[in-house]
């Protein structure tokens, strides 16, 4: 099974954009420095900053509305967290209706200012998630132009067979957590899935959120120093190129998310697509990672 929608090598993630304290023109100018690499698609979601991320994003895109037909959109929705911009809500919890959907992808569209998502993913897997709601939901917003792709981000195997089975078209993606800390995704069938459905999952959170560089546990030393090792072996800048290399050495082509607002950061990101491992040095770091070597 494939599809037509294609990830840059790289994707741009902006969960953090509140936190960067920047201009509209900034902003600008770190969405133009992403697409000037060669990174196009740009990665959101409804809740990010508290529903202000994608505001933030929308302000700086209109000043430069030509450069939406260069980028591809991504959003996802599904969660509805207890923030105080929504009293109402007592408790963090999913939502996964058709008319939640529905309604997050037109408040997205709206923030963003744009009158289509590239891609839109389901955030987490819902326990009360009903595939053919869903299913109902992803045809109408493609009926009617506001989504051209679907995919979900956080999902099982089984989750994400699920809904496949019920949709007119294919996901696209899967957006899962990998990182030499995280090994989940490798093991439990997740990538397995990806790669016999011929679709690049994105990779969130490759480095850890920086624990890998900062932890004081048995797990992030052991990786830091074997991490350290491959750098200087390859010729690496730092250890996040070398970190990004094995995660996209993976068959099933992750694409890692740069959450980075600082462009020597996404520069070095972007040029890791030149450092080549092996697979001995690739297996050192995972063995770092568990503390064991494999069987």
């Known amino acids: ?76 929705c599904g969660i509805k967290p207890a923030f105080d911009c929504h009293p109402e809500r007592y ?30 993913l389901i955030h987490r897997p819902d326990p009360l998630m009903d595939a053919d709601e869903v299913a109902l939901a992803f045809d109408r917003l493609r009926q009617t132009g506001k989504v051209l792709h679907f995919g979900v981000s956080n999902f099982g195997p ?61 797990q992030s030393q052991r990786l830091r120093q074997t991490l350290a090792r491959i750098t200087a072996e390859v010729g690496a800048q730092d250890m996040s190129q070398v970190i990004y290399a094995w995660v996209r050495m993976l068959p099933s082509r992750p694409v890692p998310i740069i959450g980075s607002g600082n462009m020597a950061r996404i520069g070095a990101a972007v040029a890791s697509t030149r450092i080549e491992l092996d697979r001995q040095q690739w297996f050192s770091i995972w063995q770092a990672s568990t503390g064991h070597s494999v069987p």
Not at 46 to 53: A, V
Request: aromatic share 8%; with cysteine.
């Open 1 to 76: 099974m494939t599809s037509a929608f294609q990830l840059s090598d790289f994707v741009a993630g902006f969960w953090r954009m509140t936190d960067w304290n920047m201009s509209p023109q900034q902003r600008l100018s770190l969405v133009q420095h992403y697409l000037d690499l060669g990174v196009t698609s740009m990665d959101h979601a409804d809740i990010y900053g508290q529903y202000q991320c994608e505001a933030q994003f929308g302000e700086a895109l209109a000043l430069a509305p030509a450069l939406r037909q260069r980028m591809q959109l991504i959003s996802k």
């Open 91 to 120: 408790i963090n919890h999913y939502d996964t209706s058709a008319r939640h959907i529905i309604e997050s992808v037109e408040q997205s569209l709206t923030r963003l200012g744009t009158d289509y998502l590239d891609l839109l």
């Open 158 to 218: 089984a989750q994400f067979q699920l809904l496949q089975s019920r949709l007119s078209t294919p996901l696209v993606t899967n957006q899962l957590e990998i990182s030499p800390q995280r090994l989940t995704s490798l093991h439990d069938g997740s990538l397995d899935l990806c790669q016999q459905q011929r679709i690049s999952p994105m990779a969130w959170s490759s480095l850890g959120g920086g624990n890998i560089f900062t932890g004081t546990d048995e």
